[in-house]
């Protein structure tokens, strides 16, 4: 495992390493991104939290962000393997596994695949838990990827928000999604056409928090609803003027859920 100043690279299989940023003292919370962004989609967290006594863990997965983009590995198993990885070698314990989007999914298989390995708290926001997206989206999505990924990414973040956001923002996420490999990005719109994520729900046995937008398009607030009935230990909060992105449209009540639970 190579150090820089604020971050990990963490071999996860041989030839196969992810970034991992590393910020603050604390409780140490897991952040996973969705589809086709990465670690930074949580800046308004990782700009607040250590702060407040959190330990802000930041994973861009693999064919992200800084982290190696091999031609394998984009299942939800594969990438819930890497999370466990990390976890390891940072010698983490009393852990917070948190997911956004398709991250969401990731790490509800993480909790039925590993049983929960030391995680004793989970967050899903805005997640792809039993939102399976049908195979005319996939292929659309797929075809547009390959036909013209800078303006399928335009259109992907426009069908993000309920509020308008600047052009900065439209810009910093679709940079965001350009640096992604195209190839990882394919296979992980596969992924999330394909895999089945209702035996994992079951198999949750921690206190969970739900933060979903009820004008999310991407995921459905019906899906967070039903996703909400099966977990056990779970907490679902509205956030009433935001889609599928309330860390940025409502990020202050967004930063105070996620604290409260943290650190309660």
Request: charged fraction near 20%; include cysteine.
């Amino acid at each position: 495992m190579l150090h820089t100043a604020n971050g990990h690279y963490v071999e996860v299989e041989e030839n196969v390493t992810l970034y991992v940023e590393d910020v603050g003292e604390g409780k140490p919370v897991v952040f996973v991104h969705g589809m086709p962004v990465n670690h930074r989609i949580y800046e308004y967290q990782q700009s607040v939290l250590p702060q407040c006594g959190i330990r802000f863990i930041g994973i861009d997965l693999r064919g992200y962000g800084r982290s190696d983009h091999p031609l394998h590995g984009y299942t939800y198993d594969r990438m819930a393997d890497d999370i466990r990885a990390v976890i390891d070698q940072l010698e983490l314990d009393d852990v917070t596994l948190a997911g956004f989007s398709m991250g969401g999914g990731v790490v509800t298989r993480y909790m039925g695949r590993h049983q929960g390995h030391k995680v004793s708290k989970l967050m899903l926001f805005g997640a792809s838990t039993l939102s399976k997206l049908p195979e005319e989206a996939v292929n659309g999505m797929i075809a547009g990827l390959q036909a013209d990924r800078p303006q399928m990414l335009t259109n992907i973040f426009k069908g993000f928000f309920h509020t308008s956001p600047s052009q900065g923002i439209e810009n910093w996420l679709w940079h965001m999604g350009m640096k992604a490999n195209v190839h990882a990005t394919i296979e992980t719109v596969k992924a999330i056409g394909s895999e089945d994520l209702r035996s994992d729900l079951e198999a949750i046995r921690v206190p969970t928090l739900m933060l979903h937008g009820i004008h999310d398009q991407v995921c459905p607030f019906s899906a967070a609803e039903q996703a909400n009935e099966i977990v056990s230990m779970s907490k679902l909060i509205r956030f009433e003027n935001s889609g599928h992105a309330p860390f940025y449209e409502e990020k202050e009540k967004f930063n105070q859920e996620v604290i409260e639970f943290v650190l309660d």
